[in-house]
């Protein structure tokens, strides 16, 4: 069990509480309209009966605890993880992260759910930069596996391998933003995302379709590793696992990943997760991305997207 805390409770907010608490986590939500807290847990009614009749919840009840505070020392002071996501402006997210980062626990990871502001200047007022990143749910949040990741220059790569074990956990697969700009699907696509969804739960419990999806070269697909046998590992582990085994669960992981056939293995473009993974970015000689993107973070001098070093060159990998 993971102690996460979510500030602001608007409709991403909820959705991202929810989906914490249904996987085992205590949440701990704030939000200074109070109305707003009034409204979460008739919100959460409605969407546990819709998730339910979806079968994209196995139970209608939520397994973690939720809570709902109107005092942010209150709301972060024990989290272990905080997930920022009001209102999209940086005068007031700048003012709430610096705050929040007095009040909660110095090893604790903060994120923002920001889709444009600069994180470099979000996290001037964060007292530890180290443990600050960007992390989108892209929405709707209870239907879309993937979650988009964007690190600052001082985002050690603990929080990347914590947040991709406990997103893990939960079926959610991280992924790197490609510069500046978010991944935002079309309704089209979110439609077509949620439907493959529910389909793809509902064949892993045995259960019969009950749509006919459309054929569309351009629908996006769910990211293989969703239905890797590295989820199966991950999904069935205790869900009352203590927030500091965590990095040992990264370590099983890679060893997993290991063992798997090369037909198993996620070999996916970290970025746009279409493409293989087929290029060295140097001089760091990390290979998380294809060729193309590779190509694309190199035209805009844009850093490694896992220890941040300056792309100097790609070099293009073939495999035999």
């Known amino acids: 069990m993971v102690r996460v805390a979510v500030i602001g409770c608007g409709l991403l907010?909820?959705?991202?509480?929810?989906?914490?608490?249904?996987?085992?986590?205590?949440?701990?939500?704030?939000?200074?309209?109070?109305q707003a807290?009034?409204?979460?847990?008739?919100?959460?009614?409605?969407?546990?009966?819709?998730?339910?009749?979806?079968?994209?919840?196995?139970?209608?009840?939520?397994?973690?605890?939720?809570?709902?505070?109107?005092?942010?020392?209150?709301?972060?002071?024990?989290?272990?993880?905080?997930?920022?996501?009001?209102i999209e402006?940086?005068?007031?997210?700048?003012?709430?992260?610096?705050?929040?980062?007095s009040f909660c626990p110095n090893d604790a990871i903060i994120v923002t759910s920001t889709l444009r502001l600069d994180l470099a200047k979000l996290a001037e007022n964060v007292s530890n930069k180290a443990r600050f990143a960007g992390l989108r749910f892209l929405y709707p949040v209870y239907y879309i596996p993937e979650v988009e990741f964007t690190p600052i220059k001082d985002t050690e790569n603990m929080v990347m391998e914590r947040l991709r074990a406990i997103l893990g956990q939960m079926g959610k697969t991280l992924f790197f933003r490609s510069g500046?700009?978010?991944?935002?699907?079309?309704?089209?696509k979110r439609e077509l995302r949620k439907q493959q969804r529910v389909e793809d739960l509902r064949l892993s419990s045995g259960l019969p379709p009950v749509m006919m999806l459309r054929q569309d070269s351009n629908a996006p697909e769910l990211s293989r590793s969703i239905q890797s046998d590295l989820y199966k590992i991950f999904i069935k582990k205790n869900q009352n696992q203590d927030f500091h085994s965590i990095q040992n669960d990264t370590d099983r992981y890679k060893k997993s990943q290991n063992e798997l056939s090369d037909e198993n293995k996620d070999n996916d473009c970290a970025i746009c997760m279409d493409m293989v993974r087929?290029?060295?970015?140097?001089?760091?000689?990390?290979?998380?991305?294809?060729?193309?993107?590779?190509?694309?973070?190199?035209?805009?001098?844009?850093?490694?997207p896992i220890c941040r070093e300056k792309i100097e060159d790609v070099i293009k990998i073939f495999m035999s």
């Open 180 to 188: 500046s700009e978010p991944l935002i699907l079309t309704e089209e």
């Open 89 to 101: 402006d940086f005068d007031i997210k700048s003012v709430l992260l610096g705050k929040i980062s």
């Open 278 to 304: 087929n290029s060295v970015l140097r001089p760091c000689n990390h290979m998380i991305t294809c060729f193309d993107c590779s190509n694309l973070l190199f035209k805009r001098s844009d850093n490694c």
């Open 13 to 34: 907010g909820i959705k991202i509480a929810g989906e914490f608490a249904y996987h085992g986590h205590r949440v701990k939500c704030y939000d200074n309209n109070i």
């Open 37 to 86: 807290l009034n409204s979460v847990f008739t919100k959460f009614q409605a969407d546990k009966a819709q998730l339910y009749d979806d079968h994209v919840i196995e139970s209608p009840d939520f397994t973690g605890r939720i809570l709902c505070l109107s005092r942010l020392e209150e709301t972060v002071n024990d989290a272990q993880l905080v997930v920022e996501c009001v």
